[in-house]
């Protein structure tokens, strides 16, 4: 399986940005798909998954400003980012799991200027 991350880039507090990870390859069953954050210095974070049921779990930090969909025809899943604050910048990564086996994406930086 691979995935292809895209949408990360510069914008100034307050605004948007979406984020979408496209997945290909050999795929039967995605359990999970997922959004991680990592600053400098800091360890990696989950900001936000949804299940194949459409459940889904949000960083509290993050709540009510990032919302994650998923478009399983497409296997794709996008993180969309509103009120973005400079403590939101680092890269973010795209992450499946897939018939139980876990892949990573490239990493797509966001940076927020004050």
């Known amino acids: 399986v691979q995935l292809q991350a895209s949408g990360g880039g510069l914008v100034q507090a307050g605004g948007s940005l979406r984020l979408s990870c496209a997945a290909s390859g050999r795929i039967f069953n995605i359990n999970v798909m997922a959004w991680y954050r990592q600053a400098p210095g800091k360890q990696r974070e989950l900001v936000a998954r949804i299940f194949s049921s459409g459940n889904t779990n949000v960083l509290n930090s993050v709540k009510g400003r990032f919302t994650i969909s998923r478009d399983n025809a497409k296997n794709t899943v996008y993180l969309q980012m509103n009120s973005l604050k400079p403590d939101d910048t680092a890269v973010y990564y795209c992450?499946?799991?897939?018939?139980?086996?876990?892949?990573w994406g490239q990493g797509t930086l966001v940076t927020v200027s004050s």
């Open positions: 992450n499946v799991i897939e018939s139980f086996v876990t892949y």
